[in-house]
Nanobody, 127 residues
């Protein structure tokens, strides 16, 4: 079992930055493939960034060059650095874990790839 708790959300103006954190507990060794997702009201959950067990990363075109996923294994924490925020980035942001080691990025933005989810943290960007 893996428990995930997100933090770091808030309200910012367009062009600002936020860093989201996701603290993992439980069987954290298995939490080797992880991802960040977001869901805006009335829209489907969208994969925005993922990282595999050798720290290879992928990101969605909508955030490429602005958002960076990273991890600190010593702290069992996943991060999402978000820069140049836009109003369309407003959403509830979730972290997710597959719960097992995996290699490669081809599935990391797919919601069905993950078995464990946090409760989410709200990000609101005003124009």
């Amino acid at each position: 079992q893996v428990k995930l708790v997100e933090s770091g959300g808030g309200s910012v103006q367009a062009g600002g930055s936020l860093r989201l954190s996701c603290a993992a507990s439980g069987d954290t060794y298995s939490s080797s493939c992880m991802g960040w997702f977001r869901q805006a009201p009335g829209k489907e959950r969208e994969g925005i960034a993922g990282i595999d067990y050798v720290d290879e990363t992928t990101s969605a075109e909508s955030v490429k060059g602005r958002f960076t996923i990273s991890r600190d294994n010593a702290k069992n924490t996943l991060y999402l650095q978000m820069n140049s925020l836009k109003p369309e980035d407003t959403a509830l942001y979730f972290c997710a874990s597959r719960g097992q080691r995996c290699r490669g990025t081809h599935s990391l933005l797919r919601t069905e790839y993950y078995n464990y989810w946090g409760q989410g943290t709200q990000v609101t960007v005003s124009s």
